[in-house]
C-alpha cells in the first residue's frame, strides 16, 4: 500500500491529475484543484497518499498534508461518499473548515460542495459529527437536527437572510454558548458579527 510519494512533477492535467516520477517511475496522482496549480511541471514535490483499490482499478489520491488525507478518508467511510465526492468537498473546504461546518450544522456551507443537496448534506453533517475531531463545546445536543440544536440552525438560517456569509456565520457560532435559546443566540452574533464589521 502506498502512503506518500516524494518525487518530480512531469506533468499535470486539466482533469486533476498529475505525473510524479519517484525513482524513475511514473505515478498517475489524483489531487485537488488547489494541490493542481501549486504542482509545477519540473519540480520537486511531496505528497501524501491515500491508495484506493477496487476490483476493476487502483487510484491514488494525493495531498500537501496528513490531516487532508485522513480527512479524505474518514469522508469515504460516509455512507454514500466515495472519492470523487470526498475529493470536491475537500477542493471546497479545508478539513478544520469542513470540522466548524459539520459542529455547527452549516448546511449551506456544505451544500456548496458541487453535487451535495441539502438533503445529502443533513446526513453528512449528521455522519460526519461522530467522525471528525469537533472542536469542544462547539455542538449543541438538544433535539434538532440528529441532535444539533434547532435554535443553532434557526440562528444559522437568519443570519444567512440578513446577508452575512458563510465564513462569518461559522467564526460568530463558534463563540456563541451551547444550550442557548435561539432569540438570546441571535442577538449574541449579531452583537459579535457587528463589531467585526465595525
Keep these: 500500500m502506498i502512503g506518500s510519494l516524494r518525487g518530480v512533477v512531469l ?11 519517484v ?13 493542481l496549480g501549486e504542482l509545477e511541471p519540473t519540480t520537486t514535490a511531496f505528497l501524501y497518499v491515500h491508495h484506493h483499490v477496487r476490483e476493476d482499478s487502483e487510484l491514488l489520491y494525493g495531498f500537501p498534508g496528513r ?13 454514500g461518499v466515495g472519492p470523487a465526492l470526498a475529493m470536491a468537498i475537500l477542493a471546497t ?15 449551506g456551507s456544505l451544500c456548496l460542495v458541487p453535487g451535495v443537496g441539502k438533503k ?12 471528525l475531531d469537533l472542536p469542544d ?6 433535539a ?7 435554535a443553532v440552525v434557526d440562528v444559522r438560517e437568519a443570519l444567512g437572510q440578513l446577508g452575512y456569509s458563510n465564513d ?17 443566540l441571535l442577538r449574541d452574533a449579531l452583537k459579535m458579527l457587528g463589531a467585526r464589521r465595525a
Design 11 to 21: 506533468e499535470r492535467t486539466g482533469d486533476g491529475e498529475v505525473l510524479l516520477e
Design 23 to 35: 525513482s524513475g517511475v511514473g505515478y498517475r496522482v489524483l489531487v485537488s484543484p488547489r494541490v
Design 67 to 79: 490531516d487532508e488525507r485522513l480527512t479524505f478518508e474518514l469522508l469515504l467511510k460516509a455512507n
Design 93 to 107: 473546504h479545508t478539513p478544520s473548515a469542513l470540522r466548524d461546518i459539520v459542529a455547527t450544522a452549516d448546511i
Design 120 to 131: 445529502t448534506a443533513e446526513r453528512l453533517v449528521i455522519e460526519l459529527r461522530n467522525r
Design 137 to 142: 463545546g462547539v455542538v449543541a445536543t438538544p
Design 144 to 150: 434538532g437536527l440528529g441532535g444539533v440544536s434547532s
Design 168 to 184: 462569518e456565520i461559522r467564526e460568530a457560532m463558534r463563540e456563541l454558548p451551547v444550550g442557548a435559546d435561539a432569540s438570546t
